[in-house]
């Protein structure tokens, strides 16, 4: 992806409860925006891409995340 390119992740309910808060592995490349979950429990997460660098965005504890989301972040177009 882009820098400046912004990423919804939408995320199910969970059975064992709501999902845990979002954390950037380095925000200065990948920055959580947002972070709210609706009555059903679906869970919406916004993430922006700022600078150029590879990425993990992940649910749960450090050892062991519930959900990784890994970006690449380009200075071009990729195909």
């Known amino acids: 992806m882009r820098s400046g390119t912004t990423v919804t992740v939408v995320l ?3 059975a064992q409860g709501s999902w845990p ?4 592995s ?3 490349l990948a920055l ?3 972070s709210a979950t609706d009555g059903r429990g679906v869970t ?3 993430v922006s891409a700022a600078r150029i660098g590879s990425v993990s965005v992940t649910w749960g504890p450090e050892g ?3 959900f990784t ?3 690449s972040v380009a ?3 990729v195909q």
């Open 12 to 14: 199910e309910p969970r």
């Open 21 to 24: 808060q979002p954390r950037s």
């Open 26 to 28: 380095n925000p200065m």
């Open 32 to 34: 959580v925006t947002s």
């Open 44 to 46: 919406r997460v916004t």
């Open 64 to 66: 062991a995340p519930l």
């Open 69 to 71: 989301l890994r970006l």
């Open 75 to 77: 200075a071009y177009p």
